[in-house]
């Protein structure tokens, strides 16, 4: 019944050390979008995907790239991560074309070690 | 580009009372206002939502006012319950092909039992 799946739910990395975290959808949806969320704050926007068309946040740092291989999944890639990266990820997905809704998944929280 | 201020930021009520959150935009041309629940350790979920052609909507115990002359919306909750708990976050998008949300900072409602 899920719609929105990210893996893993937790995620421990060490400092410097590549990350990678991902998110499926059951929705069909030509939207994806990552947020880093960080606590007691609002979820902040990485970057999206309308279909394969990617968009970057101007203040989105170099550290944080993303790869959509096909409608259903995609993925976001932390180069190298520092302290300050320890955060919820949230991955959302939207019909796009008119559909507003912005459905989110469980988020992902990584702890840099 | 859109800012959006919500208040108060934390907001505790006894149970069965009302609990009211509001928040205030800038871009005269958002034109759709969602209303996200997130409850600790989990992804923001979409509770209800209102767009500008609209001045009311209500969904059980939940209710969305808008104003848009004022660039204000209101989220009303009546007969509070313990899980009602949780971080309320109101956002504003306007109509584009990306569907991009501008989050409030949050409001925590706390209801005592």
């Known amino acids: 019944d899920a719609m929105v799946i990210q893996n893993p739910r937790y995620q421990v990395t060490q400092f410097g050390k590549p990350v990678t975290l991902s998110c499926s959808q059951t929705l069909n949806h030509n939207v994806m979008y990552w947020y880093q969320q960080k606590s007691s704050q609002a979820p902040k926007l990485l970057f999206h995907?309308?279909?394969?068309?990617?968009?970057n946040e101007a203040d989105t740092p170099d550290n944080f790239q993303s790869r959509r291989p096909n409608t259903s999944f995609c993925f976001l890639d932390i180069r190298s991560p520092g302290l300050g990266d320890a955060a919820m990820y949230l991955c959302?997905?939207?019909?796009?074309?008119?559909?507003?809704?912005?459905?989110f998944g469980p988020g992902t929280r990584l702890t840099v070690t | 580009g859109e800012n959006v201020e919500q208040h108060p930021s934390t907001l505790s009520v006894q149970e069965g009372d009302s609990a009211v959150i509001k928040c205030t935009y800038s871009d005269s041309a958002s034109n759709y206002f969602p209303w996200y629940k997130q409850e600790l350790g989990k992804g923001p979920q979409l509770i209800i939502d209102?767009?500008?052609?609209?001045g009311e909507k209500k969904d059980q115990r939940i209710a969305v006012t808008l104003n848009k002359t004022a660039k204000h919306f209101s989220l009303h909750i009546t007969e509070t319950q313990p899980e009602d708990s949780a971080v309320y976050f109101c956002a504003a998008s306007p109509n584009n092909a990306g569907n991009m949300l501008t989050f409030g900072g949050g409001t925590r409602l706390m209801v005592k039992p």
């Open positions: 995907y309308y279909d394969k068309d990617f968009n």
């Open positions: 209102i767009r500008s052609n609209v």
């Open positions: 959302a997905t939207s019909g796009g074309r008119g559909s507003y809704e912005q459905y």
